[in-house]
T-cell receptor, first 118, second 112 residues
Framework: NAGVTQTPKFRVLKTGQSMTLLCAQD?????MYWYRQDPGMGLRLIHY???????AKGEVPDGYNVSRLKKQNFLLGLESAAPSQTSVYFC?????????????????FGSGTQLSVL | RKEVEQDPGPFNVPEGATVAFNCTYS??????FFWYRQDCRKEPKLLMS???SGNEDGRFTAQLNRASQYISLLIRDSKLSDSATYLC?????????????FGGGTRVLVKP
């Protein structure tokens, strides 16, 4: 009963390096999200996906790319890491209850990735 | 103006006391609302959904005021374990891609 699994949990990069964060969910959820959280701030949406093969930009997409080739996986890529991308990254998934949001649409989160860019 | 705003706090609460705080949202088309709890940089966890008629779950009560565009969370008989950051989440709906927008969080510290 894994739920949402994020890898890696911690990573230190040098400016300009690239990396990919993996999010995997085993609940057959349609929607998946990538958020970042900075000190004193809530979660800000980077990119999201409403189904396999689809992605969309969120609030802070610059410097990131995503892919959803398989329904259970949502990858977040940093092509050329910058110190401003130092943050905690959370992946989440949920199943929508039709077109109208319902009050029981719970978000399931991974445990987060602490990324530091030096 | 941010889409979802919260007082960051901290709210320092004596154990056993009642604390309440609000979350305002800017989009009148917002359709569903939630309170999440987050402990010390761990992943957020759903505390409760907010129904139009209000919602109560034990010591926690959530209410929605559509006219003034805010939701509230009230915690009665505060426990030390209630110390956390409470995140307000708003879903605008299909027109906005069913994105879930988070507020900045309200930090609550319950002290003996």
């Amino acid at each position: 009963n894994a739920g949402v699994t994020q890898t890696p949990k911690f990573r230190v990069l040098k400016t300009g390096q690239s990396m990919t964060l993996l999010c995997a969910q085993d609940m057959n959820h349609e929607y998946m999200y990538w958020y970042r959280q900075d000190p004193g701030m809530g979660l800000r949406l980077i990119h999201y996906s409403v189904g396999e093969g689809t992605t969309a930009k969120g609030e802070v997409p610059d410097g990131y790319n995503v892919s959803r080739l398989k329904k259970q996986n949502f990858l977040l890529g940093l092509e050329s890491a910058a110190p401003s991308q130092t943050s905690v990254y959370f992946c989440a998934s949920r199943n929508p209850q039709g077109d109208i949001p319902a009050t029981n649409e719970k978000l399931f989160f991974g445990s987060g990735t602490q990324l530091s860019v030096l | 103006r941010k889409e979802v705003e919260q007082d960051p706090g901290p709210f320092n609460v004596p154990e056993g006391a009642t604390v309440a705080f609000n979350c305002t949202y800017s989009n009148s088309a917002s359709q569903s609302f939630f309170w999440y709890r987050q402990d010390c940089r761990k992943e957020p966890k759903l505390l409760m959904s907010v129904y139009s008629s209000g919602n109560e779950d034990g010591r926690f009560t959530a209410q929605l005021n559509r006219a003034s565009q805010y939701i509230s969370l009230l915690i009665r008989d505060s426990k030390l374990s209630d110390s956390a950051t409470y995140l307000c989440v708003v879903n605008i709906g299909l027109a906005a891609g069913n994105k879930l927008t988070f507020g900045g969080g309200t930090r609550v510290l319950v002290k003996p």
